[in-house]
Nanobody
Framework: QVQLVESGGGLVQAGGSLRLSCAASGRTFSTYAMGWFRQAPGKEREFVAAISRSDGTTYYADSVKGRFAISRGNAKNTVNLQMNSLKPEDTAVYYC????????????????WGQGTQVTVSS
């Protein structure tokens, strides 16, 4: 099984930036696609970004395209989400997720989840 731990959340002013990190452990981590999702109070969990295992292809929700960037960390057991030009609408708990073999863009496709890290963007 894969274990995921997010970090880097916090309070930031609108227009600011945050970098979230996900530290992963497990013998099969390198075989998993990684994604970021978020969930705001009263709303369903939504896709933010994902990166494939095979070739590093990235995918983004339209709402964050051009502002957020997902990447594998220099350490192979990490994945990052660089968030720029943050808006109050980005306020949510952000979750790191892992899916075996194939990248996906919906929450039910993912097998493992971190506990989440709160991102709050003030106007």
């Amino acid at each position: 099984q894969v274990q995921l731990v997010e970090s880097g959340g916090g309070l930031v002013q609108a227009g600011g930036s945050l970098r979230l990190s996900c530290a992963a452990s497990g013998r099969t981590f390198s075989t998993y696609a990684m994604g970021w999702f978020r969930q705001a109070p009263g709303k369903e969990r939504e896709f933010v970004a994902a990166i494939s295992r095979s070739d590093g292809t990235t995918y983004y929700a339209d709402s964050v395209k051009g502002r957020f960037a997902i990447s594998r960390g220099n350490a192979k057991n990490t994945v990052n989400l660089q968030m720029n030009s943050l808006k109050p609408e980005d306020t949510a708990v952000y979750y790191c997720a892992a899916r075996r073999l194939v990248v996906g863009t919906t929450a039910p496709e993912y097998d493992y989840w971190g506990q989440g890290t709160q991102v709050t963007v003030s106007s």
